[in-house]
């Protein structure tokens, strides 16, 4: 059975949580990289652009007279786009993106693509061995176990009895 005291500690820490859980989510949405773009009537500048594999987020800034579309194309399959993005106006979009080659759709469809070139991400290598978890053991520990009533040498599952 709970007591108001105790149904307001909770509440209070619940409370509490809140901006830490919120304060949480902006550390995580600093850690994409973001790049701009920007589309004018006849081409994106940058026409080529290099990210690494995994969320990136696109700020597209549209600096022509007309509505204009911005897509991340791999052939002829549309991997993410924004469309409609108004002259002067702006939009973000993240991609969650493999490494390859991609095409980009500057403005109009008429308009020469870009490339967008994603590479793979090196995560460093871990050196785990043995002695890393274990530290050295010296070999007298493995051969008390042969010892050790029960112990089989031959490549059994079961010990000898």
């Known amino acids: 059975m709970s007591t108001p005291l105790f149904r307001r500690k909770v509440l209070h820490a619940a409370l509490l949580a809140i901006p830490a859980f919120a ?15 920007t589309v004018n009537d006849k081409q994106c500048e940058p026409m080529q652009l290099t990210v690494p594999a995994g969320k990136t987020q696109f ?19 549309v991997v993410e786009e924004r469309e409609n993005i108004a002259p002067g106006f702006t939009q973000k979009m993240t991609a969650n993106l493999e490494a390859g080659e991609y095409d980009m759709t500057c403005g109009l ?12 991400v090196r995560l460093p290598t871990a050196n785990l061995t043995r002695w890393i978890w274990l530290g050295r053991l010296p070999s007298t520990r493995f051969t008390s176990l042969k010892k050790w009533k029960g112990w089989s040498s ?3 599952c079961s010990p000898t009895r």
């Open 23 to 37: 304060l949480s989510i902006d550390a995580l949405a600093a850690d994409v990289p973001q790049v701009k773009i």
């Open 154 to 156: 031959r490549p059994s």
């Open 109 to 120: 469809l008429s308009n020469p693509k870009g490339k967008l070139i994603v590479t793979a």
């Open 59 to 77: 700020v597209v800034h549209n600096t022509s007279q007309k509505n204009v579309e911005w897509e991340i194309l791999k052939g002829v399959m």
